[in-house]
């Protein structure tokens, strides 16, 4: 039967009688392969390497409801009404604080509170990118962004990182390619330290190259920075923004640190920049939840809001190390993966001929999940590679997802011995630059 138009007359079979009329920038929006797999690996018998939900199981649950409930009985009128589109003055303060750890010295009216960082990518997207132009990132990079990016029609270019990070002249190479084809690049998109998904920081001796590279081509730094504060040896590293005020935006969230329900994060940006950003806020949203920044506020007042990071960063090491010491023994040998210093992934190779995404439902099958390589690129690229996140499963059922995993690898390796290849593997044309390597080893 044919179904009944929203005009009220039968017409096409079509399921979305509305294709025909949306704008042109809803084609880059996409589901993320990391959202696909929620339904099946929230299951309990499925132990999701996938996700990458931070453990808040050692959070103080107590101090945190009595923090709350004092907020209601104290300031409950103000906590629940509007507020300001570019966030209370009491937490910008604190923000301002949580940054001085990263070597940042800002003001507090410079600061604009967003609804997570990834509202953050959103406003600075918004307000700098015209359909076509182009957006360094990392290669690979944030699935999320790379969302960002292309419901905003921008072109994305990747840019090659090794184990110390992105490659300056990788960096070099992206930017004089692009200009020489007369495209404007708006601004580079990286992530510093213990990067989602290659689990790598920049060291410190690219730093400097990477913020003398952008300036001399004029080229704005989106710097985000959620997991900044969760390396495992307790070093902190010094954030871009620190050493180049006007040429940098700065992001960062309490998700990591304190809790992602509250969805409290921020920008830091130049002066003109941020008068901007808090328009674009206000047209979003009004303003970010008082109520919500009231909370981590006090929180961060109250509590030993540092100890706390520091058990998050104890509890992240033992799966960290639960999920390196599963791979040295199930493993095959060809594979190769990174030993994070911080962050919540491990970015893994798979050996020659094997395709990850293509491996995914048998692994499912085998009650284990995980996210392909080619989430966090945006051209189809990293096929030969997977995210591994360790943040949420205990230590015991990290070394039984590996185990399930391995197992499914291996019955992969030796169907290709015996069939050879299922079907061609995806060849990326890149005629700008040499494709980047899946190994950050």
């Known amino acids: 039967m044919s179904e009944i138009s929203p005009g009220g007359t039968r017409g ?15 084609e880059g929006m996409k589901a993320s392969e990391v959202r696909a797999l929620f339904s099946v690996a929230s299951r309990p018998e499925v132990v999701s390497l996938a996700g990458g939900m931070p453990n808040i ?43 001085r750890l990263e070597g940042i010295e ?46 905003y029609e921008a072109d994305i270019v990747h840019v090659e990182m090794d184990a110390d990070g992105l490659v300056p002249a990788a960096l070099e190479q ?21 990067h989602n998904p290659a689990g790598i920081s920049l060291s410190a001796e690219r730093r400097p190259e990477i913020l003398r590279i952008c300036r001399e081509a004029d080229i704005l730094i989106l710097e985000d920075n959620p997991y900044g504060l969760l390396g495992f040896d307790g070093r902190i590293h010094r954030a871009l923004r620190a050493d180049e005020p006007e040429g940098v935006i700065y992001l960062g969230s309490f998700s990591k640190t304190f809790a992602p329900g509250f969805r409290v994060g921020w920008a830091l940006a130049p002066h003109a920049v941020r008068e901007k950003l808090v328009l674009a806020q206000e047209s979003a949203t009004l303003c970010p939840s008082a109520f919500s920044q009231m909370a981590v506020s006090r929180y961060l007042e109250n509590h030993d809001w540092l100890g706390q990071v520091e058990a998050f960063r104890a509890m992240y090491k033992e799966r960290r190390d639960a ?37 995914l439902p048998r692994a499912v099958t085998a009650r284990v ?18 995210r591994l996140s360790f943040c949420y499963p205990t ?13 499914v690898l291996e019955a992969e390796m030796e169907l290709r011995e015996t069939f050879g290849a ?17 190994d950050l080893s």
């Not at 096409?12 to 809803?26: M, N």
């Not at 390196?324 to 190769?336: G, H, K, Q, Y």
């Open 12 to 26: 096409s079979t079509r399921l979305d009688h509305y294709v025909d009329r949306y704008a042109a920038r809803t």
């Open 57 to 99: 199981s050692d959070l103080p649950l107590d101090v945190v409801g009595k923090g709350i409930a004092d907020l209601i009985a104290s300031d409950g009128p103000t906590a629940m009404q509007y507020g300001s589109g570019q966030g209370t003055p009491e937490l910008r303060e604190q923000i301002c604080e949580v940054m």
């Open 422 to 438: 299922t079907g061609p593997l995806p060849t990326i044309a890149r005629t700008e630059y040499d494709a980047p390597s899946n």
């Open 323 to 359: 999920m390196v010491s599963a791979l040295e023994d199930f493993m095959p040998a060809a594979c190769r993966w990174n030993v994070p210093t911080g962050g919540f992934y491990v970015w893994l190779t798979l050996p020659p001929g094997i395709d990850a995404k293509a491996m």
């Open 395 to 407: 230590p015991e059922r990290i070394r039984e997802g590996v185990r399930r995993l391995a197992g």
């Open 369 to 386: 999940a995980y996210v392909p390589g080619t989430a966090f690129f945006a051209d189809g690229y990293g096929s030969s590679s997977m």
């Open 174 to 194: 992206a930017i004089a390619a692009t200009k020489a084809a007369g495209r404007t690049i708006k601004f580079l998109y990286t992530i510093p330290n213990y």
């Open 106 to 151: 800002a003001h507090p009216d410079d600061i604009v509170v967003t609804v997570g960082s990834q509202q953050a990518v959103d406003l600075v997207t918004r307000i700098f990118c015209d359909p076509g132009d182009v957006v360094l990132c990392e290669a690979p990079s944030y699935l999320g962004a790379l969302g960002v990016f292309r419901a």
